[in-house]
């Protein structure tokens, strides 16, 4: 029986320490490729310092993807090892390469997938403001059971976050055009005027099929409702009534 010297461990304790398990150690004592050193007085066999470090070189030619045969190569001819250690990290570092590839490739998928789903309460919040939510449910209030509700949430039930960014830059700059014509003194019978008004109505189509009656109602409806008029007004003092009569003159126009 061998006195033990120096620090000793267990099968139990070098497993801990060095995160593998108790079978893998057995297998390694099995094959000749790491036996413990040393036995205990109670017979135990132990692992000494030396042990240990010829482990912890196994753990890292296994972590770097040596098979065990080239481990025992390895470490019975250490004069190879870096050469082997060579080779080796430049095939991680192709690895790593291809790793880094694939990460930007689903990155990117993630990107679409994510772009591609509708857009959230917060997001139309974030775009429309605080009020959207509380617009949205007055609407449905007043409008549920109408046919023209029901296309628009139809057509835009699946709408992106990007889908309504494009419907507020719309709304901006058919709001501009109007502005635009009022600030040059063009009357809303003007070709400027009307223009603004087709543009307001080609914003409409994106949600139902607006005809130009339609387009009239709701263009009466911007001076007939307080909330309505207050909202175009706040744009340009005066302009809920610029816009009516700017949709009416292009009805005109388009139906003769």
Not at 64 to 82: K, N, S, T
Not at 238 to 256: L, P, T
Request: glycine share 6%; net charge negative; with cysteine.
């Amino acid at each position: 029986m061998t006195e033990t010297t120096g620090v000793t461990l267990t099968v139990g304790q070098v497993a801990e320490r060095f995160g593998v398990t108790v079978r893998t150690l057995h297998h390694y004592d099995e094959i000749g490729l790491l036996s413990p050193s040393e036995r205990s007085n109670a017979g135990y066999r132990l692992y000494t310092e030396e042990d240990l470090t010829r482990l912890q070189h196994v753990v890292v030619y296994r972590r770097l993807g040596f098979a065990l045969e080239d481990v025992a190569m390895l470490l019975e001819h250490p004069e190879g090892a870096v050469e082997h250690l060579r080779r080796q990290r430049t095939a991680v570092l192709q690895r790593l390469g291809e790793m880094r590839d694939l990460v930007t490739a689903i990155d990117r998928a993630l990107e679409r997938e994510m772009s591609n789903q509708p857009a959230t309460p917060d997001e139309m919040k974030e775009l429309f403001g605080e009020g959207f939510h509380d617009a949205q449910a007055e609407a449905e209030e007043r409008w549920g059971e109408t046919d023209a509700w029901h296309q628009s949430q139809e057509r835009t039930k699946g709408y992106t976050k990007a889908d309504w960014e494009e419907v507020k830059a719309e709304s901006d700059r058919t709001h501009q055009a109007f502005t635009d014509a009022m600030d040059a003194g063009e009357p809303p019978t003007s070709e400027v005027a009307m223009d603004a008004a087709e543009l307001h109505r080609a914003s409409m189509q994106r949600f139902y099929d607006c005809s130009y009656e339609m387009h009239r109602g709701l263009a009466d409806m911007y001076v007939s409702d307080p909330r309505f008029t207050a909202t175009y007004d706040e744009i340009r003092p005066g302009m809920a009534h610029y816009v009516r009569d700017a949709i009416h003159a292009n009805a005109d126009r388009h139906q003769g």
